[in-house]
């Protein structure tokens, strides 16, 4: 926790960078509790850090930006987990099963994050618009946790447990596939999901044997 009853201590020389995760790790912590964006405020992050809010903007222009940054380090978070079960299985197919499985519990265990990376008050083409963010900032997100989708079906592939031809899009559909599942598992709690609807889907997108 980052929360301080009185004024933050003035970084040493060079340890600018310290302020900056702190900014960072008090939005998230503000979305965490709140459970909606309109929490993360630059009056609400300051006063979480223990600094004047005028003290942000030597690193983050706007609330945008600090979002941006929250949703920067969201998939950063998602890409390292991912990466660290789809190393876990005995063959390739158990590697994919267990980073899609992955993605489903970061979905379910960190709600106000996972919306917040996909939509919610921080949007992409509005920072986009204002000049905020540029697009190559945009157009990164996600692409490390993608990856490991494309590793591990390619691996499928290769040892002949899938009839991919084009892992790329398959992959992209995979976590389109994913992303739906569990916005839909979040909306809609009370629906009869079928015990395997999650081996239904990776099997179906992956191409799977």
């Not at 590697?95 to 996909?118: E, G, H, I, N, S």
């Amino acid at each position: 926790m980052t929360t301080t009853s009185g004024p933050r201590e003035r970084n040493r020389r060079g340890q600018g960078g310290r302020l900056r995760t702190d900014i960072v790790v008090a939005a998230a912590e503000l979305l965490d509790e709140a459970g909606t964006e309109q929490a993360v405020t630059l009056r609400a992050v300051a006063r979480r850090v223990g600094i004047a809010a005028p003290s942000i903007y030597a690193h983050f222009s706007d609330r945008q930006a600090i979002l941006l940054a929250v949703v920067q380090d969201a998939f950063a978070e998602l890409a390292e987990t991912l990466r660290a079960t789809a190393g876990a299985g005995e063959n390739a197919t158990d590697r994919l099963r267990a980073a899609c499985l992955a993605y489903l519990d970061f979905a379910a265990t960190r709600p106000q994050r996972y919306r917040v990376m996909f939509g919610g008050l921080w949007n992409a083409g509005a920072a986009l618009d204002s000049a905020k963010v540029s697009a190559a900032e945009v157009t990164e997100l996600g692409q490390e946790a993608l990856s490991v989708f494309i590793t591990a079906l390619d691996a499928c592939v290769a040892a002949g447990n899938s009839t991919s031809t084009d892992t790329v899009a398959d992959a992209i559909a995979l976590w389109l596939g994913l992303h739906g599942l569990a916005h839909q598992r979040a909306v809609t709690t009370a629906f009869p999901w079928p015990a395997d609807i999650t081996e239904r889907l990776i099997t179906s997108l992956a191409h799977l044997t």
